[in-house]
């Protein structure tokens, strides 16, 4: 933020106040990002203290909880040493070590954000958040409405301040109590500057009010500006700008003001005491900063060095087996990661790889029975191409007592006292046995696995809103030779590939898509899984894949399928069509899936207060089914809870480890991609992707308030947009608290095997990609892939690591660990 006040130019203030104001999408995309992204292009530490000076954010956990984990040992006392030594040097590691574990420190000042604006309350014995905010989110969200309330908003089809001018000129009651802030709306659109001239007086004050008030509600400011960015992301589009929000906001300030003195009131400047500190102006780094910020290291580094030093010990996968059961294609997604160690452990012949859950064939997709196109890849992809459903064998159900009769007066009252009575006993029995309903968001309902999709593109299929339906077949070769080749799997093909992608099954949560895969906008992962199979079981699409180098045999075939996370069940798509041999060995490999189904149902129950995890895997799984259901769990699922790692390599770096679903892992072949052109596609997606998880998490555990959403118990959807506390309440970006309550906040560590000169020249390459590991803002290490020596990214150049844990316990069953405790796992050897 510039602090040359020589002229106001509100055009550069609101393009900062977009800059650092939450970028959270609607609740139908919500997608996690890097909460603080507008900080990005400094070093971590340096910007979160920058943040938290600011706004006021907690960036850092309490010194006594850095010094309990001490005490408990989850924070190493080696890697605590060797950290101090690392800032300090060794002549000062004793004082600081004292410093770190003993000296006391008193909790920082106020932020700056808001000193300004604590003027009217200081001086003029007036609450304009008070008087102002209720009606502004009302009527921002009546606007903005997407099909919640009973009543639309009269006006939508016009800007939301020439929608507001007709209410007022047809109206005969107004939004204003005075008559000038009534006059400024209906005489022209007023500068912002003429409002702050009124407001504030002193041009050199106006920028820093400007953020003071956008901040005392940075959700709604932040949505607004989203939606702006990217009207899309609303299915009934709207006008709406933060500089029509501002503008309005300061006409609402100039009627309460009125309303209270009269017109006689002086401006803001006119009765401040002093001069406030310029939003973004440099301060000196503390001593305390320094504490908080070697603890964090610690606490990371004893966590990332057992990982490391389980790659170096690990020696149960080095050996490649020949003739594999069945291959299966899962998503990088933490939570796969127990997936795919429970199918090895059951089938040691089989083969599981990871890569991003939309699998690279990007495209719309619409439903037979919905009206919009729902995106399906990552959300800074714009896709040129269309999937459509057609022929669906399943109708949508509906709870019979949710009909619009409901909102008259006389069929309302009339319902009321009928279906309102069975409702609501059905809503008390489900409290004893809840059951599934029409209103679950169910994620085997995204798609209906017997309805076909329009996956090749044929000459009668004419264009719709500019997308080509399907993909012609040298498009859906290079697909499927880009999966192929980024994975690794471009020989040994078993005669069943399996392509499982995910989703998740809820029941009053606003924020479902947060549960789906985010390499699909949020969205179930089934449509995406079921169009790559069809590519690659395509004969021409085979002709063309042996031209490039990828010979798969004739009795191969793909099969779709969907990982429901939430209830642990899944559904295989087309398998009527495989032949008769691969047929019986599909059934083989059900049971293998349904078992490990299970034994995941059960590792997950360990951080389920209410489940008894030394039950057996098939009567934990039946609870877990039941809890997916329950309208009184707030937490049936976890989510990315715990995520702390992403490794991109050879299974056989880590198939011998037990990373306690920590982990998400991309596969990668160095051999087969030399210069890193497959890598860098990969980086290029997981960087912000998975940085982005790990971040959202981060950041909404150290200020659950601010940063993150509270808990989700009191939160009331605002039109189908946001989650507010209340009816009048500030839309909550992040997590609420029941998704990262169990949550470590350590930075994401990237695991590279690659040779260190080319993921150095890898990263390079793209600037926006570089920045996330030169302010280290994401922590990277390079496994040699021969050698499995390992180096760290520091300063711009990779140097040897040698882990400081010389000893991991090794473990043949991870059963009894699950029925132990539900707190973090270190790493094991699996023996």
């Known amino acids: 933020m510039e602090t040359n006040h020589s002229g106001f130019d509100e055009h550069r203030v609101i393009h900062s106040l977009k800059h650092y104001l939450p970028a959270q999408a609607p609740l139908k995309d919500f997608v996690h990002h890097n909460t603080l992204h507008s900080f990005q292009d400094r070093p971590f530490f340096d910007a979160i203290r920058s943040a938290s000076q600011v706004f006021g954010y907690k960036v850092a956990l309490a010194l006594d909880e850095y010094r309990a984990m001490y005490s408990s040992g989850q924070i190493s006392p080696v890697v605590l040493k060797k950290v101090i030594v690392g800032h300090k040097g060794e002549a000062r590691l004793e004082s600081w070590l004292e410093k770190l574990l003993q000296k006391p420190y008193p909790a920082t000042g106020t932020p700056r954000i808001g000193s300004l604006r604590s003027t009217w309350k200081k001086q003029y014995h007036i609450d304009l958040d008070s008087l102002v905010h209720p009606l502004l989110f009302r009527i921002l969200c009546s606007y903005l409405d997407q099909g919640i309330a009973i009543w639309g908003f009269p006006v939508t089809n016009r800007t939301f301040l020439d929608a507001l001018r007709e209410m007022e000129r047809h109206s005969f009651t107004s939004f204003f109590r005075t008559r000038r802030a009534r006059r400024l709306l209906l005489d022209g659109t007023p500068s912002i500057s003429e409002l702050l001239a009124l407001l504030v007086g002193d041009e050199a004050l106006y920028e820093t009010y400007l953020f003071d008030g956008q901040f005392a509600h940075q959700g709604w400011s932040g949505m607004v500006s989203a939606i702006e960015d990217g009207p899309q992301t609303l299915l009934d589009r709207r006008q709406l700008s933060l500089h029509d929000l501002i503008t309005f906001e300061l006409l609402l300030e100039i009627d309460a003001l009125d309303a209270h003195f009269g017109t006689q009131w002086q401006p803001l400047s006119q009765k401040l005491a002093h001069k406030p500190t310029d939003l973004f102006a440099n301060a000196p780094v503390t001593e305390r900063d320094e504490v908080l910020m070697m603890w964090q290291e610690a606490f990371e580094w004893s966590y990332y060095d057992q990982v490391l030093a389980g790659i170096q010990q690990n020696k149960l996968a080095r050996k490649q087996t020949l003739g594999k059961s069945f291959q299966a294609l899962f998503c990088i997604d933490d939570r796969e990661e127990s997936m795919r160690r429970y199918l090895e452990q059951l089938d040691p012949r089989c083969e599981t790889f990871g890569t991003p859950g939309f699998f690279g064939v990007e495209f719309f997709f619409q439903p037979e029975t919905g009206k919009f196109y729902e995106k399906v890849c990552p959300a800074p992809v714009t896709p040129k191409y269309l999937i459509k459903e057609q022929g669906r064998t399943t109708k949508k159900q509906k709870d019979v007592h949710f009909n619009k009769h409901a909102h008259s007066f006389y069929s309302g009252w009339l319902i009321s006292q009928t279906l309102g009575f069975w409702s609501a006993l059905r809503l008390f029995l489900n409290i004893f046995r809840p059951t599934m309903s029409p209103s679950m968001a169910s994620s085997f309902r995204h798609m209906d696995g017997a309805a076909r999709l329009t996956i090749e593109h044929k000459h009668q299929h004419a264009p719709e809103n500019d997308l080509q339906v399907g993909f012609t077949v040298p498009e859906m070769a290079d697909r499927v030779e880009g999966v192929l080749k980024s994975i690794g799997l471009v020989k040994n093909f078993a005669s069943l590939v399996y392509v499982v992608g995910h989703g998740s099954s809820t029941i009053n949560n606003p924020h479902y898509a947060a549960y789906d895969c985010g390499a ?312």
């Open 520 to 831: 699909c906008s949020g969205r179930s992962g089934s449509a995406n899984a079921r169009v790559l199979c069809y590519m690659a079981n395509h004969p021409q699409v085979r002709v063309l894949l042996h031209e490039r180098g990828i010979d798969i045999p004739d009795d191969t075939q793909f099969v779709g399928a969907l990982h429901d996370t939430t209830r642990d069940e899944i559904a295989f798509f087309d398998d009527q069509a495989l032949q008769v041999g691969n047929r019986e060995f599909h059934q083989l490999n059900r049971q293998t899936f349904a078992e490990a189904l299970d034994l995941n149902a059960k590792e997950r129950s360990r951080r389920f207060e209410s489940i008894d995890s030394s039950l057996t895997p098939e009567q934990i799984h039946d609870k877990v089914k039941i809890r997916s259901v329950s309208l009184f769990e707030p937490r049936p699922e976890l989510n990315h809870a715990t995520n702390a790692l992403c490794i991109v390599g050879r299974r056989a770096m880590t198939k011998g480890l037990f990373l306690d679903r920590r982990a998400l892992m991309n596969s990668y072949n160095y051999a087969i991609d030399p210069d890193g052109h497959y890598l860098l596609n990969i980086l290029k997606a997981a960087t912000p992707v998975c940085g982005g998880i790990n971040l959202e998490y981060f950041f909404s555990r150290m200020d659950n308030q601010k940063l993150g959403a509270g808990t989700k118990l009191p939160h009331n959807v605002m039109g189908l947009i946001g989650v507010a506390n209340g009816i009048d309440g500030d839309l909550r970006p992040g997590l609420p608290s029941q998704m990262i309550e169990v949550h470590d906040p350590l930075r994401l560590l990237m695991i590279v095997e690659h040779y260190p000169d080319v993921v150095l020249a890898t990263i390079q390459k793209i600037p926006a990609v570089y920045e996330w590991y030169s302010n280290n803002w994401i922590n990277l290490v390079a496994v040699h892939p021969e050698t499995r020596a390992l180096y760290v990214f520091k300063a711009g150049d990779f140097v040897d690591y040698y882990p400081l844990t010389d000893h991991l316990d090794a473990v043949a069953d991870v059963e009894p660990l699950v029925e132990s405790n539900g707190e973090n796992f270190p790493v094991f050897i699996l023996s």
